[in-house]
């Protein structure tokens, strides 16, 4: 499957910038070398002709691109019943149906799971592409509709786990700055702003340190909002990004891995409103990145 191509213009700054490089910066959602395989495939035009990546830019400039559908893949199914089916979220997957940036598990899910007639699957919260772990997905109109009102009430648990740069002294503490659009670093990006910055949200993260070891600190993080990226910009600002994210860290480690997990989330079943709590296993991922990039092991006497 294909899809219409997407075009832009290329901006003033991106003058004389060769084209690789630029989409690898521009468009992040793919890596150079995969830029560098849409390229040799012939589907980036630059200017309306196939496009090479050595090629120099110029304000103005078209860029269009013609993607091709991402593979489906699967996720492993933590519960499920007539209403609502959660899973354990791959890194990477993106929540779609169809997509052409990132695989998607959602048609594999739907198969399995279908919702009810006139009806699809979806998802009833957010969680990033490069998030691992619990994600709800409602089967019918009624479960979505209840599930967020949970949600916007605030009476959804989350739990999530990860390893930041650094070593957090306090064992116990709360991120409280308000979030919203960050003045550059592209509509992507947010940052912790004052509170009467344009289009400034109200935002909380209960922290509590679990382990410590090699330069790094593995946390447990509460956010009791849902602001977009809150958990990757609220520890940013407080001076440990999360390893492996490449917008708000240096990007490092684990081939681009974010080490960040949903690891828990408690709701009230939108059906019998019993309290229903869910959980995903840890990735190996966050043990290894504990302990920091691999050194050559020194040589004892």
Known sequence: MSFAALETRVEAAAADVDLLTWLAVRFRYFDAATWHTHLTAGRVLHNGDIARGDERLAPGDRVAFTPVAAPSITAAVLFADADLVAVDKPAGAVVQHVSAFAPTFVP????????????????????????????????????????????????????????????????????????????????????????????????????????????RTLVELRPHTGRTHQLRVHLAHAGHPIVGDPFYGPGDDLDGRLLLHAEALACDHPQSGARLGVAAPRPAELAVGLQGPRRSPEISA
């Open 108 to 215: 594999a899910l739907a198969a399995d799971y279908p919702a009810e007639p006139g009806y699809r699957l979806e998802p009833a919260h957010r969680l990033d592409r490069a998030t691992s772990g619990v994600l709800l997905l409602a089967r019918t109109r009624a479960a979505f509709a209840a599930l967020q009102r949970q949600f916007a009430g605030g009476t959804v648990e989350k739990r999530y786990v990860a390893v930041v740069h650094g070593v957090i002294s306090p064992d116990v503490f709360r991120l409280d700055g308000a979030i919203g659009p960050a003045s550059a670093g592209g509509r992507a990006r947010h940052a912790v702003v004052v509170a009467d910055h344009p289009g400034a949200r109200p935002a909380r993260t209960d922290v509590t340190v679990l382990a410590r070891a090699a330069g």
